[in-house]
């Protein structure tokens, strides 16, 4: 195992399957952050739940941390690896002959845009007060969903959500389909349409989650709440 | 000196059976005490020092080139024989030795050819457990397809790379030696000069192409495997690199050259565009199984070929050669080739070319199938010139292609320095005048797996050799000889390039020692080349020093031995006064323009003595006697 | 047809390992556009030497594409600007007169610059020592027909086995990853009978090797497909991960 933790195809796979588990987590946060779209109750009554799990809740987060600085850390063995790897003296003319997408160009700054943003949101939404002054629309406390009601109405956030999600979703597109590769499946029949699914994912959800920022800044508690308040 | 060609008694097809059991054996204990050194590492080499690696000894092996596998070998495009007879058409290994022998126009060694007869079938069993991916029908058997100068399917191929597939086997056969530490690489070295002390090869001196170091390395026996000398052409198939310098320098020491001027011309190559050329590119002669070669029936006809109809067409090989047509072996086809152009019929720019079409062949067979079989050529073929070979008959002519002379070898494959042992392309034994079509690697092959282990045993059971060292006064003599020549050529600092020199050279051995020859016109090229020779080490423009990578110095080193080695060849075309296999001199032809050979006179190999750079070598014959493939003029009609 | 171009050269020059080295530019006028790409370096070398100048080192041998021996980065694009194409066998016509062309060695940790434009690849060859072979001894062979090999396999391993260890694809690649030459070689003796009993310790001690020598990782970016000259597929990368995997679960 120690061989395979320190070879470079081992650490790629830890990166691609951590890689694989966070994106499952993101797909399973979209689908919950849908339910912002049914009103306060709906996204309270979610948020009140997973509040309320418990050791479950626990073992999510821990898992979720050790995933994500797992992720990170094998990345940048890689990173720190490949940087030395290309040499000192670096190319005086760089023109790529190949396929590399622009998602895959900006993989290490989407990646760090990233970690940055997450830092953020978690201090925004999952670490903060969800019953504070923040919470309160039209003088009632609406708990999460007023926060982020809230919150959004500040066009500089609603940017930072957006860029956020673009670069999560340029890191999608191109990450997806580079967990299948690295895991060792490649097929001239299904590999261009295990492409076109890493596109869709990514785009899918860098869209999902943008819309939420969007919706809550331009809406209006009247117009937008399907909860009669 | 003494040709003792060693040459087993009786019958043909037992000579190499009882051989392998009178020879004497080493102790597998002791072969590891025995250093066996290898210069070359192409297939010949490659495969020697695997072998013998796997069997205990010692080995150290050289190259030139960044890595063993970068070796000419590696450029072998269509197949190897062997006769397993796995197309059912009546091949045996008797009728590869017939043809082989035939094929070399009965210039060749009738006991060597049967070995390699022999053993041919033993090199495809061993490099298909290598996993040389060779072309494979659909129920997962092996792939035959036939090749010029055969009317058997027994040529083995793994798409247009046979030659590398091959090498890399024996390539990564050695690798796994060298990892096990039997096999020491030295790489980027070339061999200056051998080392003989007590009358046997001792070691070599190599000088480091990346330092200039100048480097001793001492060995009970050594191994030249440094392939042909057809460079001396300047312009030939082989790669830059590929040089006589090993083979030259053993000469000097000693070792009889045999046969130098039975070089062979390639009929399909793609004819030469400018001067700036720096080599010839060969498309395998498998293309003639598909593609029809001629050239318009009129004089100058300058139509764009699609526009030539039918009538006006003349497939000369097929007119003239009703049994073989396409497929007449490589001599007949160049020298076919060069007779139409001479006529001037022939097309192109210089008018040194002819027609390679395909037409027939992908209307019959479909373009797909064509792909399939060529697809790598033809674009190849695209990239150099331009054309699309689908759409419009190829431009071919001959080129220098592959040498069947070489430094003479007994049956044992030992030169007559005892210790230097010869293989493949180096070694003159087994093509005669002419090599087969997929001969090559066959004999390369046969040679470093099956041959020399077996015989180099021998020769270490059998000779006392002191313990010698680098220290030996005889290596620091010949390390003193090697600076100073180097030093001597560094300091000419005169107004001509190497590669100026080297075209020069090129030019007139083409001209006149190409693929006609006369006596007016070797005496001339025997005049010119002392001349060109004198200017060179007067003139030659050699910059930097000897201690850094000067690719320059390499180059010069090497072109000096091609200098001195070009009058050996002009000589040895001189005095046969016959023409057989590649070598056709213009007064002996019959009535029709075929060569004529002349067996009451030249049915025998000659290996010339090194007599003085400038003086005529000392000629030795070794009788020819040909016992079981009877001597007829070859007719391919 | 042919025709003369005027061409402005900038060459990475180097004197060896140790110095630091730096572009030099050269006029290369009246090029015959028929000239390969190296042919019309020797044409410029020709006229250095006879100016008293160094001639610019570069790694050549066989000059019809299939020894591996050549290689530079030509305005950024290892072997130059056409696809499937070495170094060798591209030729003059895909540049146009008046054009400046940067010419830089291979540039890589695991490739150490030589002279100019030539760099030490022995780090393949230590690969392929590692486990790039079958484990048969000369003579240990069965007859050639006792091994069946279905030709979709053949074929597939053909087209790995055809890699001629240029090391464009490490050239090309953004972290200098020899993952295509590695693969192309696992792939081959993977995808044949006669390489499977070792199938498992091969690829373990290829890519130790390949880490220790110091070369990058593999991030999929696929340019190492795009510059190979031989057209040798990402495929093969998918399988060396797989083979890797495997093995590493077993052991």
């Known amino acids: 195992m120690a061989g395979y933790l320190s070879s470079s195809i081992g650490r790629k796979q830890i990166v691609a399957v951590t890689g694989l588990f966070l994106t499952l987590f993101l797909i399973m946060h979209l689908s919950g952050n849908f339910l912002i779209y049914k009103g306060p109750d709906a996204y309270n009554a979610y948020a009140e739940f997973l509040e309320h799990l418990g050791t479950i809740k626990i073992l999510a987060r821990v898992g979720l941390i050790v995933f994500f600085l797992t992720h990170i850390t094998f990345t940048a063995l890689l990173v720190i690896d490949n940087r030395k790897a290309r040499g000192a003296q670096g190319y005086a003319v760089s023109n790529s002959v190949g396929k590399r997408s622009l998602a895959t160009r900006l993989m290490p700054y989407t990646g760090t845009l990233v970690l940055a943003y997450l830092l953020f949101h978690l201090c925004d939404y999952t670490l903060a007060d969800h019953e504070s002054v923040r919470s309160l629309v039209n003088g009632q406390n609406l708990g999460l969903y007023g926060l982020v009601y809230n919150s959004f109405k500040n066009p500089l956030r609603v940017a930072f959500y957006v860029l956020g999600m673009i670069g999560i979703g340029l890191h999608l597109v191109h990450a997806v389909q580079s967990i299948v590769q690295t895991f060792g499946f490649n097929h001239p029949r299904y590999t261009p349409l295990v492409k076109k699914i890493s596109f869709v994912v990514g785009v899918g959800v860098a869209v999902g989650f943008a819309s939420i920022p969007f919706y809550m800044h331009f809406c209006t508690m009247s117009a937008c709440s399907l909860g009669g308040y | 000196m003494n040709l003792d060609s060693k040459i087993p008694s009786g019958p043909i097809g037992e000579k190499w059976t009882k051989h392998k059991f009178d020879m004497k054996l080493v102790n597998p204990a002791n072969r590891r005490k025995f250093e066996v050194i290898v210069v070359g590492t192409g297939l010949a080499g490659a495969s020697a020092a695997a072998s013998l690696g796997e069997m205990g000894y010692n080995v150290k092996a050289f190259c030139f080139q960044d890595s063993p596998r970068r070796a000419h070998s590696i450029a072998a495009q269509g197949g190897i024989n062997a006769a397993k007879n796995y197309a059912n058409d009546g091949d045996s290994i008797y009728r590869l030795f017939y043809d082989t022998v035939k094929g070399g126009d009965f210039r060749a060694r009738e006991a060597n050819v049967h070995r390699l007869a022999e053993v041919s079938v033993n090199i495809i069993d061993q490099c298909v457990a290598q996993g040389v991916p060779f072309a494979r029908e659909y129920g997962g058997l092996l792939d035959n397809r036939s090749f010029g100068g055969a009317q058997v399917s027994r040529t083995f191929y793994a798409k247009g790379q046979t030659g590398q597939q091959l090498l890399l086997g024996a390539y990564s056969a050695m690798m796994k030696e060298v990892a096990k530490g039997s096999v020491t690489l030295f790489t980027r070295r070339e061999m200056m000069e051998v080392v003989i002390i007590d009358g046997h090869a001792r070691g070599i001196v190599t000088r480091n192409l990346v330092t200039g170091e100048i480097e001793s390395h001492t060995a009970d026996a050594v191994l030249l495997a440094t392939g042909g000398y057809g460079n001396v052409f300047y312009l030939s198939t082989n790669a830059k690199g590929s040089n006589v310098t090993a ?18 011309i390639h009929p399909t190559c793609i004819p030469v565009h400018g001067d700036y050329q720096s080599k010839l590119t060969l498309m395998s002669e498998s293309l003639r199984n598909d593609g029809r070669v001629w050239v318009p029936r009129t004089n100058g006809d300058s139509r764009r070929p699609e526009l030539i109809p039918e009538s006006e067409r003349d497939y000369y090989l097929e007119n003239k050669y009703a049994s073989f047509g396409n497929l007449v072996p490589r001599d007949i086809a160049s020298r076919n080739a060069k007779i139409v152009c001479d006529d001037g019929r022939g097309v192109g720019s210089t008018g040194l070319a002819v027609y390679l079409d395909f037409k027939d062949s992908i209307n019959r067979l479909g373009k797909q199938a064509i792909e399939e079989r060529y697809g790598n050529l033809f674009e190849m073929y695209e990239r150099i010139t331009g054309e699309d070979p689908y759409a419009t008959p190829m431009q071919i002519y001959p080129a220098i292609h592959y040498t069947m002379g070489g430094l003479w070898v007994d049956y044992n494959l030992m030169s007559t320095i005892p210790g230097l042992h010869v293989l493949g392309e180096a070694n003159f034994s087994d093509h005669g005048a002419n090599r087969l079509g997929a001969s090559a690697l066959m004999q390369g092959l046969a040679d470093g797996y099956f041959v020399v282990p077996y015989t180099l045993g021998h020769y270490l059971a059998t000779t006392k050799l002191e313990k010698v060292s680098t220290d030996h006064p005889e290596f620091k003599k010949v390390e003193g000889d090697v600076r100073s020549r180097i030093n001597q050529l560094l300091s000419i600092k005169g107004g001509r390039t190497v590669d100026d020199f080297h075209r020069q050279l090129g030019l007139l051995m083409w001209d006149k020692c190409g693929m006609s020859r006369s006596e007016a016109g070797l005496k001339e090229a025997l005049a010119k080349i002392p001349e060109i020779r004198d200017e060179f080490w007067k003139n030659v423009n050699v910059l930097g020093g000897n201690d850094e990578f000067n690719q320059a110095l390499e180059k010069a080193g090497r072109v000096a031995d091609f200098l001195e080695f070009a009058e050996l060849f002009a000589q040895d075309a001189l005095h046969r006064n016959e023409s057989c296999g590649g070598h056709f001199r213009e007064e002996s032809q019959t ?43 070859r007719s391919y009609k | 047809m042919s025709k003369s171009i005027n061409l402005t050269l900038k060459v990475w020059r180097q004197k060896n390992s140790k110095t630091k080295g730096q572009f030099e530019t050269y006029a290369a006028n009246g090029i015959d556009t028929d000239c390969s790409f190296l042919e019309m370096l020797d044409v410029v070398n020709e006229r250095l030497t006879v100016e008293g100048k160094d001639p610019i080192a570069f790694d050549h041998d066989c000059r019809e ?91 597939l391993a053909m087209d790995a086995a055809q890699c001629i260890g240029c090391a464009a694809c490490v050239a090309s690649c953004p972290n200098a990853s020899a993952m295509l030459f590695v693969s192309a070689k696992i792939s081959h003796l993977a995808l044949l009978p006669q390489g499977n009993p070792e199938r498992e310790t091969r690829v373990q001690e290829m890519v130790a090797q390949m880490d220790k020598e110091g070369f990058g990782n593999c991030s999929n970016e696929y340019e190492c497909e795009a510059a190979c000259p031989k057209g040798i597929s990402v495929s093969n990368i998918a399988r060396m991960n797989r083979e890797f995997l495997s093995a590493s679960r077993k052991k």
């Open chain 2, 591 to 633: 009535p029709e323009g075929e060569a004529l050979r002349d067996d009451s006179n030249y049915c025998y190999v000659a290996a010339w003595e090194f007599n003085g750079v400038g003086k005529a070598g000392i000629l030795h014959k070794e009788n020819l006697e040909f016992e079981n493939v009877h001597l007829t003029q």
């Open chain 3, 65 to 155: 594409g299939i020894c591996g021996m050549c290689g530079a980065v030509v305005n950024g694009q290892a072997h130059g600007p056409q696809r499937k194409t070495t170094l060798c066998q591209l030729h003059m016509r895909q540049f146009s007169d008046g054009d400046t062309i940067v010419i830089e060695p291979y540039r890589s940790r695991a490739l150490p610059v030589l002279k100019d434009l030539a760099v030490d690849r022995s780090a393949f060859d230590r690969i392929i020592q590692s486990g790039g072979y079958v484990s048969v001894k000369t003579g240990q062979a069965p007859d050639a027909h006792a091994i069946l090999v279905g030709k979709e396999y053949a074929d």
């Open chain 2, 247 to 264: 083979a030259w320098r053993a000469h000097k020491k000693g070792a009889a050259f045999a046969n130098p001027c039975f070089t062979q």
